[in-house]
């Protein structure tokens, strides 16, 4: 089945620098990437959608000055949150379609991110 | 926008019993309603998935209703085991637009 991995899994930083998160699918080519936060026992809520080689679109109510997606390729998105706050510390889960699958979304394993 | 509500927050059930997770929407025009199991801290694992040409999918002891008339979708296990305690959330999806969650149920398993 379609793969996506996540990188890092776990990251702990301090409050005012920039983090970095990796997407990548393995083995299809994404033609959507999407960005989701998950808090502590809620659901998983959509930041953005991210088509390869356009500009994300972002929810309603997600800064796109603070959340940096880049998705340059096919098979890689990234997800850069700048100035992180202790507000910031969350479950940051990407997902990944290909032009077959239309309504599937494949997700990666997480990252948790936590600013101190 | 689509709008899903999702059934209890949790449940409980005994072992070897069935267990009912109910979900609704509110446009008419979603048409794929996937059900994800996801254990903590990992990512959501897709268990079932119904298309709205379709009114029941059943996969092994895990079955998924849809009643397009009444905007609503439901996930039934039966014959449960603990390792089928987790959180589940359904979905809802138009086209190849986002898919919008309910709020998760945390089902547990008592031996």
């Known amino acids: 089945g379609a793969v996506v991995s996540q990188h890092p899994s776990r990251v702990i930083c301090k409050s005012g620098t920039s983090v970095k998160i990796e997407c990548r699918s393995l083995?299809?080519?994404?033609?959507?990437m999407f960005w989701y936060r998950q808090f502590p026992k809620k659901s998983l809520m959509l930041m953005a959608t991210s088509n390869e080689g356009s500009k994300a679109t972002y929810e309603q109510g997600v800064e796109k000055d603070k959340f940096l997606i880049n998705h340059a390729s096919l098979t890689l998105s990234t997800l850069t949150v700048t100035s992180a706050h202790p507000e910031d510390s969350s479950f940051y889960i990407c997902s990944a379609r290909d032009f077959l699958s239309y309504n599937e979304q494949f997700f990666g394993p997480g990252t948790r991110l936590t600013v101190l | 926008g689509e709008n899903v509500e999702q059934h209890p927050s949790t449940l409980s059930v005994q072992e070897g019993d069935s267990a009912v997770i109910k979900c609704t929407y509110s446009d008419s025009a979603s048409n794929y309603f996937p059900w994800y199991k996801q254990e903590l801290g990992k990512r959501p694992q897709l268990i079932i998935d119904i298309r709205s040409n379709v009114g029941e999918k059943k996969d092994q002891r895990i079955a998924v209703t849809l009643n397009k008339t009444a905007k609503h979708f439901s996930l039934h296990i039966t014959e449960t085991q603990p390792e089928d305690s987790a959180v589940y959330f359904c979905a809802a999806i138009q086209g190849a637009q986002k898919l919008v969650f309910g709020q998760g149920t945390r089902l547990t398993i008592n031996p």
């Open positions: 083995d299809f080519q994404a033609t959507t």
